[in-house]
């Protein structure tokens, strides 16, 4: 099996790194450029139904493997239950 060289340069649309990718496995993001959001999410991060105009505009950014890495772990650690200290006893 032969690795296949990456193709392309370009910006992380996460950390804003620069790094070379293959655009065929290379984790692409849809963002309308007029806002630098996904279409269809506001500036506060709620999401709503995107204008037809802002998904026509959106063009791909790629996002590089450390973050696609970072948000992974971030989503498994966000499962989890959350860990409470346990409430101080009466002292004697």
Request: aromatic share 8%; proline share 15%.
């Amino acid at each position: 099996m032969t690795d296949k060289q990456p193709t392309t340069i370009g910006r992380c649309y996460g950390c804003g790194r620069t790094f070379a990718y293959d655009p065929a496995t290379v984790t692409m993001f849809s963002v309308d450029p007029e806002t630098g959001f996904p279409p269809g999410m506001t500036v506060l991060g709620s999401v709503r139904e995107p204008t037809p105009e802002a998904v026509a505009r959106a063009v791909d950014k790629p996002v590089c493997p450390e973050c696609v890495d970072k948000a992974k772990r971030f989503l498994d650690n966000a499962d989890a239950p959350a860990r409470w200290k346990p409430w101080p006893g009466p002292r004697p």
